[in-house]
Structures are given as C-alpha cells and as structure tokens.
C-alpha cells in the first residue's frame, strides 16, 4: 500500500515553489492541494484506509471532521473502520458558526456523548482548525481517542500537546510558513498564487488588496 504522500504527488496535489496562503493565514512557499485528492474517489479511499489501519484496534464508536473537505475523509474512514472492525463506525462533522468556530449541528452532539471519537483532518498549518473541532467534541461529552491528519506541515508547531488531545498524521511535509511581516516571499516582492490558497479570504477580512497590488504582489 502507497503512503500518503506517494498518494497525494500522484493526483498532482503538492505544488512547490509559489507563493501561497493558507487557512491560517500564515504564508507559504508550498501548498497541500488535498481539494484535488477528493476529486478521485479510488485514492481518496486508498488514503482514508490508511487512517482506518492506523486506529484499527483503537475501538473507535464515531469520526468526525471539520465541513466541507473534511467530509467525504470522515466518510470513507469510517467506511473503512467498518469493513475491518466488523462494527458500524459512524460517520459525522462539524460546521462553521459566525463567531468561525467549528460546531456540531444537525442533533450530532447528542450523538457524541459518552462516544470514542477519531478526529480526522486533511492537513493543518497551525492547528486552528482541528482544535475547534475537538474542542465541539469534548463540550459534547464525546472522549477524543485520537486526531490525526493526513499531513503535518511543521511537527513543532503542531503535536500533541498543542493540539490537547493525542494527535500524529498519516505524513510529514514540512512547509515553512511565516507571518506576514517576516514572510521572504513577500519580502523578495513574489506574487501570491491567487489559483490556490486563501488568499482572497484573508485579503478581505484584513482589507489588504489595494496593498497587495502596490506592492505588486499580485498579478
């Protein structure tokens, strides 16, 4: 069986040396396209099992992951867990709320109480997102057994105990990324990729855009 990063370079979904924003919005010389992994469904299962063989004898009851892109992973896990536990795995996710917290809606926080839940994510930058998520679950009485990513981007950043649950990945790709201020790319005047990334997300909400251009970091 292929590991994870074999799996992702196979769909094409690494892209190196460009000028990125991630969810964080913390800059990056490299991007994680794991939206282009979801468009086959073969590897994205081939890659979800690998989850699945990872906490096979952990006695999972539900995963969960954070919507839209965590769900079709939350799915074939659980999916997978199924086959090779013989037990029906649940799967369920959380949603953003105004306040950008990832929450469970639709009844699914009763469905987590008292339940052994496996946190799932595509890849993390500074961890944000997947914290939410367990955070959701633990107000919800579920027992985190375990978070696990398909990709770590920085081990030291990311990990166990500042995630606050047990936490590891299905791979490591260290990608530098850096605030803003301190970022080379933006330094050495390179446009950012406005193909991927989040950079339209973050060039509203900080009101940066004419800056951006002035700078002529934007094509």
Wanted: hydrophobic share 40%.
């Amino acid at each position: 069986m292929k590991d994870i990063i074999s799996i992702l370079k196979s769909v094409g979904a690494m892209s190196e040396n460009s000028h990125f924003i991630g969810n964080s919005g913390r800059h990056l010389p490299m991007y994680v396209k794991k939206d282009v992994l979801l468009m086959h469904t073969q590897k994205t299962s081939e890659a979800c099992k690998l989850f699945a063989l990872k906490f096979k004898s952990k006695n999972i009851d539900i995963v969960v992951a954070p919507s839209i892109a965590g769900i079709p992973l939350s799915q074939w896990t659980a999916y997978h867990l199924s086959k090779i536990c013989k037990k029906e795995v649940l799967s369920i996710f959380t949603e953003k709320n105004d306040e950008n917290d990832q929450v469970l809606k639709r009844g699914y926080d009763a469905v987590v109480k008292n339940k052994r839940v496996l946190v799932i994510e595509d890849t993390t930058t500074t961890g944000g997102s997947v914290k939410k998520v367990v955070n959701s679950v633990k107000k919800a009485g579920g027992k985190i057994i375990a978070v696990c990513v398909l990709v770590n981007r920085d081990p030291e950043l990311v990990n166990s105990k500042t995630i606050g649950a047990p936490f590891s990945s299905l791979g490591v790709f260290r990608i530098s990324s850096y605030e803003v201020k301190d970022c080379p790319m933006c330094k050495a005047k390179i446009p950012i990729n406005t193909t991927l990334g989040h950079w339209k997300k973050f060039a509203k909400l900080q009101k940066v855009t004419s800056l951006l251009n002035k700078k002529g970091l934007i094509k």
